[in-house]
């Protein structure tokens, strides 16, 4: 039902009373339309009525509030804002001329809430909203944010002199830029920002406001389109660093065997001068995924900020800007999960600026192609955002774009769009020919005056410049580009080998050889036990979990996972180490077991025993993330970019689900470090284990993620025991390589009466344990390598069969494969049979990749039979099937057969 908040809607008189009473007490406190309806009233009930006077024309006033209503809704349509002219404007009457107040009157008949706004008159309308910038507000549900965004909009102000000259002349290193990449280069993609111009003076004039108001870290998400550009005449990366990668030269040529990337995927930090001082500018880098960056930034900004924020310095000292492109922001599903994330406790950064480079065109596909929505930013318009539209061909609006965005996004901590709506001079690379799809807009085009030179017309018209002057300056610039390039022939970029900073104590893991020591004093385990066990006073706790709370104290002989768990993080975090938990579900566990956040089943509050640990502890998060994988590992993966000596860790709901993350996993968790040379230590839980629940509820895929491991780029483990998922958790921020550790976590284990650890094996002196074995008494005739649940169910048959002639070896880790944890045993049994037993599919799971190492370390045991047989469900293109009475038999048989 549509709500009829309008002044034109028809309410009832007790409506209309209490909101007649809310005006006579604070009339700003009221919706803006009806606020002028009440002080029309007051000046209606002023005006004197006798001979001579005449009381003012109501239904006058009414059309001239309509018309302003209708503006505020529906200016945007109207608006100047394709440089190309080609753009339908449905509402624009054909000479172009302002609204009528008839018009208006219809348009504003459909208007749900009615906006603040102070000019009447069509002329004056018609100016500020639909000229070459204008805005979109009626999706705000918030009143007063809405009032608000239009007053501003309405006393915005043209750029300062010295403001437009700035802009001028960074139009003018762009444009020279680009001409001069053109001439040295005209075969090779560069991705050039011609028709985008004013993306240049637009981001300079963000890093001025952000630098005035006190911001000193800015974290940005680039795109392709004009990155080069930008990286030289923006972000402060040397023109020579800029050229030399561009030429072909590596950018870690310190870094041995790393594969690097393109450089217009390639990241840069560096300072940027403003007039309140520098700033530091971070730009992350990014695949050709377009959009899959915009998770990662969003994670680093709110490690920045939470670490500003410790540091006493508040978290307003860190910004994320964000850049787009117009054919990918509409429709990728990251950019509908990142602006859900935006207003969450656990994922804010207070409010992004978002720049999306509208070229209107996608490769070869046109708008009507591409979207069903009106413009590229209706995403946004589920939240309260500021959407703002300008016209890329007028410098001026660009920059008042810029100063709203900022001036929203500062004062209210929310999200700000700005769609600037430009064109591409060349095809979507420089090698690739528009015309054969694009004619009549690429005739337009080739026609289009540059950007810079409209503003230089205008300025010099001004008298703010003179065309000789321009000449000069355009002259300085490339005499600078030639230096450089002269430059760039011998030049090795800046960037050495492993990074520095708040990395500095962290190694390459080939360059680690001894592993931690991950126990704990056993005296300090019962302590923490006992802290994870208390109760508050007063808290009246669900039976159930007062008694798992309970046996937390008292299960020092027989741990369970969930408490093992919960030991590792409350070890972690007593010496000081921050631990960060993320995913659906995860406070209490998907399957019931952890129960981080205590409930007062009275009262609804909640207790953290992790976050009550001691006073000089550190910081515990454990948050339920919204229904979304791909984003919510993006922003876990940034976190852990700046979080180098901290835990984090990111839980799927079950390992199946993590393929939703998939572009996350393949562009920067595996390959980030190899690529551009950014490390991470962070951890992925993944639920896997066949058990009858069916091929939604069964794989976390392992066989994939084996495929995405090299080089030693990440760990992989099944960790089987509590005590080794204590150590191999505590092993991941005390070693000092830093490596993203994937995890297949249990599921039966959870609560499985066998797998159980005792308090002494997290004690002194423990540590991970790669393999562990089962040893038989009699002769060793048979090994069985396997790994997880199956070890458990194949260690209960050899004990129910009593079988003992057969040893069964559960591989705890399985990349990098731990060689020389596995020797000794493969020595030892020479002369026995050696099988691998998996429950996954042939063609799935461990086998496919694990079947060359394994026989050619039996080659090198120089066993009497190196050919290894593997034990498993036939091939399938499902990875379980979902009838547990079936799985059950298959399953049997599966373990019968690993025995003979």
Known sequence: MRRTTSPLAAASANYLEGLEAVFRKDPNALEPGWRAVFQLLDELAATPVGNGVHMPPQVKEAQALALALAYYRHGHRLADLDPLRVLDAPLRNANGAPMDAQVASAAVLAMEQAPKGTARDAETLHRLHAGTLAIETSHIDDARLRSGLIDAFERSELPSPETRLAALAQLVA?????????????????????????????????????????????????????????????????????????????????ADGIAADVPYHQGFEGKVATSAGEVTITVVPNPSHLEAV?????????????????????????????????????????????????????????????????????????????????????????????????????????????????????????????????????????????????????????????????????????????????????QKHRDALQAAYQSAADHRPNRGGFPSGKWASRVPARAESNEPLTGVREERLIELLEKLSSIPQGFSLDRKVARLMRAHATSQDALRWATAEALAFASLLTEGVRVRLSGQDVVRGAFSHRHLALTDVETGKRHVPLAHLSLDQASFEAINSPLSEYAVLGFEYGISLEWPDALTIWEAQFGDFANGAQIIIDQFVVSGEEKWMQPSGLVLLLPHGLEGQGPEHSSARPERILQLAAKENIEIANPSTPANYFHLLRRQVLRRARKPLFVTSPKTLLRLPEAVSPLSALGEGESFKPV??????????????????????????????????????????????PESALLPYLCRWRDADFVFAQEEPANQGWWSYLDRPLERLLHEAEVAKPSLVCITRPASPSPAGSFHGDHEKDQEVLVRRAFT
């Open 174 to 254: 762009a444009e020279q830029f680009e001409a001069f990449l053109a001439v040295k280069w005209p075969t090779k993609k560069r991705f050039g920002g011609e028709g985008a111009d004013a993306l240049a003076p637009l981001m300079h004039r963000l890093f001025e406001r952000a630098g005035g108001a006190g911001i000193r870290h800015i974290v940005i998400g680039p795109m392709h389109r004009g990155r080069l550009n930008l990286m030289a005449n923006v972000y402060g990366e040397p023109l020579v660093e800029v050229l030399a990668k561009f030429k072909g030269a590596h950018p870690f040529a310190e």
């Open 772 to 817: 562990l074995s089962c040893v038989p008494h009699g002769s060793v005739r048979r090994v069985i390598l396997s790994s997880g649940k199956l070890a458990y169910e194949l260690e209960k048959h050899q004990h129910m069969e009593k079988i003992d002639n057969t040893a069964i070896l559960r591989l705890e880790r399985l990349y990098p494969l």
């Open 294 to 474: 915009n998770p990662v930034v969003l994670g680093r900004v709110r490690a920045l900020q939470d670490d500003a924020r410790r540091e006493g310095n508040g978290a307003g000292k860190v910004l994320g800007i964000i850049l787009h492109t117009d054919a990918s922001v509409a429709v990728q599903g990251s950019v509908l999960e990142m602006i859900q994330l935006s207003g969450l406790e656990g994922y804010s950064t207070a409010g992004t600026i978002h720049v999306i480079v509208n070229n209107q065109i996608g490769f070869t596909t046109e708008p009507h192609e591409a979207r069903t929505s009106l413009y590229c930013t209706g995403a946004w318009k589920s939240i309260d955002s500021a959407i703002l539209h300008v016209n890329g061909n007028d410098a001026d609006a660009v920059i008042r774009a810029a100063d709203l965005a900022f001036d929203f996004r500062h004062e209210h901590r929310r999200d700000a769009v700005i769609d600037l709506i430009c064109y591409r001079k060349n095809g979507h690379n420089e090698i690739d020919e528009p015309r054969f799809t694009q004619p009549l807009i690429y005739r337009t085009i080739d026609a289009a005056p540059a950007v810079r030179a409209l503003y230089e017309e205008k300025l010099i018209g001004a008298g703010l410049v003179s065309s000789e002057e321009m000449t000069v300056l355009a």
